[in-house]
DNA sequence: TATGAATGAGTCTTCATTCAT
DNA sequence: TATGAATGAAGACTCATTCAT
């Protein structure tokens, strides 16, 4: 009987194994997101999630499969509750844009989901069904959500006739771009010195998509 | 007899220093484009290059350096002629737009450079030089060159007066986001049925910039 | 039914991490003396310790680190006792310095310590670390230790006046040499036919050192 | 006929092969003493002797045949004319060693040849053809040599009755120790600061031998 | 002969994965 | 379940040696 233990017992252990799964994909996420899926090493991720190894191969049998794991899981919460948002708005549609672009940006794009846009376009060569579960979970979904607002505009006569499918990608890439630059040259801030101020440029953004660079006669 | 072989002959061992680091550099672009930096071997590189795997050291010290040599041989010729022709271009801003952005998609979105920049952007963070170089070799004179042909229209009074900083992150997302589209989900066709067609795209893109989307009342 | 295994067999990966280290650094010390420092590749020393490659690098992580842990783990041991002997010693000091030198031969010389001197000796200029640490731990204490026998001698009278930095390079060159020898051309037995019988050798060394080669008048 | 040389021509490759062996040996010599064998590059040893590699490979098969060359070429060269000195020499027996081992000192002791030793026994093992050629070149004429003068010594009753065979031992023993040391610990004077002075070692060193440690009564 | 580009077997080292405890 | 020691396939890189020129 060594070292007995005395009084209060830390409750080390104590995590339940429902949980665990989430614990190793949300460090793994991290990681992922810092470092990319081949620089990180599956040691490190059990080590932020504060387990060993083993264990982390006992939820996931393999990296690959983790890295699965992280995208779907996280890749699902990428659309909260916008359509209904949509359907209740009262405004006209060029606020419903102005205000659904900066609503991404804050509740997305600048979340750690922008490190998983960033981290399945970086990797979607190598992981197909992710391409594939992405493009379901998160283009699909997106590019109607994006076309419900513009056809509610060309129908109103607010916005003028426009070929839907095409300009939805004029409304994404920007938000997109974004999102890239500030998950990759973005990070390497004290050397790359680039003043792109989020904010600013989706007000910019707004107002060009809305108004063009022309100036009115 | 053992294996008689036939014809001509492919002679090993041929001795051709100009071109092999060339070769090697186009094998590793094609390989990185393909499969990503990490997930390409050397050996595979100096393989199709036609090379074994010690020429390729001979040329390039690391796997590292390699992907470097390949960033800069594809990227920093890009910008050759563009100045140019800016300078000399005859036609309103707006059309001096459309023209770039065309002519940016044709030269290189949808070449090979476009793969380059998708890598860039991909490994960015575990290759700060190489981002820095990208900055100063790429950003920094692309962002001039847009930057002088808005404020070549807001001077003109073609074009609203704009935060020109800003509005070149307007004009690059598109073509960025573009080129990323095709080198990540954009590749797996099969699964991914997305019709983005680049052209007709940017041509809406052309239009929305210098338009709005709004209907003119 | 392949390969009917008999009786008890040896398990594989047996759990160890205790005894590992040790284990590693005799079988590296061994063949380090058998063929030099750096003709020994990892490999082998995991297998001559039962153990797989990836094993050795668990607990050193460098070839160059194991060198170094062998060569500490063997060399700090050598002076433990002499210190007390000494301090202890009854008799004269030319006794003493018979005794010091025999037991030295026993407790080290011949033992695979004695190859390692060699082995430091050959590599001291690739591994400047190891010469350092060597001289700290083996050359200055081992000084010290003959200084004060010498010291002794000469303030009891018993021995002449006598620079004694330089005195002891006299004592230590003839054990050295031994060992030298011993490991190096005396390894190849067979072909190299030379009669170095040891204790004879320390025997006439001791005499030789005291009483010198002229006949006395 | 592209550009012709004015005038007088610079006689590149002027030197005859007669001598490229030579100069290959001559490099190799000082490399190998410099870093040890296994750490020495065939290339650098070109390099060093103003030759391309391919031609080192032109006249050693090997690098372990250079080595076997280096060794050998520079082996014989350690006996000059001492049988002759010692046959003519006038003087008592101690006379005689003092100078015998002055002279070792500076004409080899101190030279390059005492880094072939250093090489010679650090490589031994690996090479046995080395260590035999050493035992018939050095050590057994050396022997000889060391014999004649202590028998002469113990005929004229100068020097007591000795072992011979073990005698000479004691004689060689602080010449190669000398010789180790200043070739592998001694070459790292920055760090390693032991104040071997080798003229006055051997002083001290000759004088024990003839004399003993022990004070006269 | 001389060159130096090319070769590829060989080495160190990493790391996803397994498995005895 | 959880652990972390052990594994070994794989990969970057080296360098003695070859051979086309």
Redesign the pocket.
Known sequence: MPSRPTAIETPR?T???ET?PGELIEAALNLFIEKGF???????V?QRAG?????????F??????FKAVVRENISSLFPSWNDELANFKGSCGEMLAYAMNSWWHSMGKTKAGGIVKLVMSEAQNFPDIALFYQQEVITPGTQLLKKILQRGVDSGEFRSLDLEQAVFTLVAPMIYLMMWNNSMGCCVSTVNQDMKPEQFIQLQVDVLLNGLKAKQ
């Open positions: 252990r995590r339940r194994k665990r081949a620089a990180t090493k599956s040691e490190e059990a387990v060993s190894k083993g264990t982390l191969f006992l939820y049998a393999t990296k690959e499969d983790l």
